[in-house]
């Protein structure tokens, strides 16, 4: 079975804090990614990594960072945590395809960051 | 812009009848498609992937994939009460190894 775990259920960080995300992977995937969710909004890409010290932008990324120092880790962090930045994060991670297509993603069972 | 998109619902099915949930999407390039299952509060689980055009079964699940007609579907028999969810339609839209997301279709299927 994949396994993909998150450090935290739930989260709670007050404005400028710097809040580290993190996520572990057991299938030897190569790809990582981090997506934030929100109602109305559905599912929306931070950021990717497609192998260790590799990572693209996705589709929101302002506001965040990564790290992905072992293949088997991936970090989302935002540096001056902001109240927009509240949130359900959720880490996912998914074979390598390489020809343009796209392999199943595994999710983690989320992150629901509330900063005031 | 690359879209997947799904009808919001609520889609209400009585117990023991097929439920029908649809996804259309805007690049033709696309080559895999997934369907996730979510239920309130937690992560998105996948139910059925999806690469060839035709039909795809996997238990009650059937998946079915159009690619000239650009649209997916996921049917579900002999719908149950634990089957109300909100169901996740998605797809590659050529974006190598990143997939794109529906907003979701929520299902609930009457006791």
């Known amino acids: 079975d994949v396994k993909v775990t998150q450090s935290s259920r739930y989260l709670v960080k007050r404005t400028g804090e710097k809040v580290f995300l993190e996520c572990v992977q057991d299938m030897d995937h190569e790809n990582m990614f981090w997506y934030r969710q929100d109602p109305g909004l559905g599912l929306r890409l931070i950021y990717f990594?497609?192998?260790?010290?590799?990572?693209e932008k996705g589709d929101i990324p302002e506001g965040y960072s990564v790290s992905r120092e072992k293949k088997e880790r991936f970090s989302l962090i935002l540096e001056s945590a902001s109240t927009n930045q509240t949130s359900m994060y959720l880490c996912?991670?998914?074979?390598?395809?390489?020809?343009?297509?796209?392999?199943?993603?595994?999710f983690g069972p989320g992150t629901r960051l509330t900063v005031t | 812009q690359k879209e997947v998109e799904q009808n919001s619902g609520p889609l209400s099915v009585p117990e023991g009848a097929i439920a029908s949930l649809n996804c259309t999407y805007s690049?033709?390039?696309?080559?895999?498609f997934f369907w996730y299952r979510q239920y309130s509060g937690k992560s998105p689980e996948l139910i059925m992937s999806i690469y060839s055009n035709g039909d795809k079964e996997d238990g009650r699940f059937t998946a079915q994939l159009n690619k000239a007609s650009q649209y997916v579907s996921l049917l579900i028999r002999d719908s149950q009460p634990s089957d109300s969810a909100t169901y996740l339609c998605?797809?590659?839209?050529?974006?190598?190894?990143?997939?794109?997301f529906g907003k979701g279709t929520r299902l609930h299927i009457l006791p």
């Open positions: 996912a991670s998914s074979f390598l395809e390489g020809t343009g297509g796209a392999y199943e993603q595994y």
């Open positions: 690049d033709r390039g696309s080559q895999s």
């Open positions: 998605a797809g590659d839209m050529n974006r190598d190894d990143k997939i794109i």
């Open positions: 990594s497609y192998d260790v010290k590799m990572k």
